[in-house]
């Protein structure tokens, strides 16, 4: 049986072998609406082995979600094709609708964008006017969505003034913070510490989401000094190894 192999239906292909690997005897399936053109394209698309042609997609119901109907066949070739750990099944994780689409776009970094260019791409032109807003509902929950199937992006904004007129998104590598080198400046994305050091250091303002630089570090590395919201910490080395940052590559 041929299997789809073009990029473009990528994400609705393993959101359906998402779907049927978790209720595998349903005979239909609800879609968000972000995925409509996907839809229409699956329902013209040909399945064909050499006695069997079929469609991805036998009906599809349009309303506030996409009801799908799909076949005995296709849910054979979804669950055989597609196994739970394989790379299109990951893409199925990703729950923002603008995700696949930030996806698609930083395929190649550094990648450089106003807000207003990055707004017209997703579909959005009349949405959010505020920047904090399209920051807070679209940006970070699509970047943390890719965080969630281990593509890691930093985000850096370019400012005249007090406006973000530019974003530039880079590569983010994990480390923790005794990986760090002097001057480097990574966001707080875990701590792994128990009582009593976790107490000690969200006492510190040492919490997920802040940025942290290295400012310098002994020669054995024993003790660090590290910079948060502009106050001066010391760590020990234990304390450090439980902080795990994301800095630009």
Same mark, same amino acid.
């Given at each position: 049986m041929e299997v789809l192999n073009t990029k473009e239906n990528i994400?609705?292909?393993?959101?359906?072998?998402?779907? %049927? #690997?978790?209720?595998?005897?349903?005979? =239909? +399936?609800?879609?968000?609406?972000?995925?409509?053109d996907d839809v229409n394209t699956l329902?013209?698309?040909?399945?064909?082995?050499?006695?069997?042609?079929?469609?991805?997609?036998?009906?599809?119901?349009?309303?506030?979600?996409?009801e799908v109907g799909i076949n005995k066949h296709i849910?054979?070739?979804?669950?055989?094709?597609?196994?739970?750990?394989?790379?299109? %099944? #990951?893409?199925?994780?990703?729950?923002? =609708? +603008?995700?696949?689409?930030?996806?698609?776009l930083l395929k190649e970094l550094p990648f450089e964008i106003t807000p207003e260019a990055l707004k017209r791409e997703l579909g959005i032109v009349d949405k959010y006017e505020r920047y904090y807003d399209f920051k807070k509902k679209v940006i970070l929950p699509s970047l943390n969505d890719l965080e969630n199937i281990d593509i890691n992006i930093n985000l850096l904004e370019i400012k005249d003034g007090?406006?973000?007129?530019?974003?530039?998104?880079t590569k983010g590598e994990k480390m923790s913070v005794n990986e760090m080198k002097i001057g480097q400046v990574g966001v707080i994305k875990k701590i792994t510490a128990t009582e009593?050091?976790?107490?000690?250091?969200?006492?510190?303002g040492i919490v997920k989401g802040e940025k942290i630089r290295l400012l310098k570090h002994?020669?054995?590395?024993?003790?660090?000094?590290i910079e948060v919201n502009k106050s001066k910490i010391a760590l020990r080395n234990e304390e450090a190894k439980m902080i795990?940052?994301?800095?630009?590559?």
């Open positions: 994400f609705l292909i393993s959101k359906l072998a998402r779907l %049927v #690997k978790d209720n595998p005897n349903n005979e =239909s +399936y609800f879609i968000e609406n972000s995925y409509k329902l013209n698309k040909l399945v064909i082995s050499d006695n069997l042609k079929t469609h991805w997609i036998c009906w599809a119901k349009f309303s506030d979600m996409i849910k054979q070739v979804l669950l055989e094709k597609f196994k739970p750990n394989s790379g299109i %099944v #990951k893409m199925a994780r990703l729950k923002n =609708s +603008y995700s696949p689409k930030f996806f698609e007090k406006k973000v007129v530019k974003l530039l998104f009593p050091f976790k107490s000690r250091l969200f006492s510190l002994t020669i054995a590395k024993n003790t660090y000094e795990i940052v994301e800095v630009e590559k």
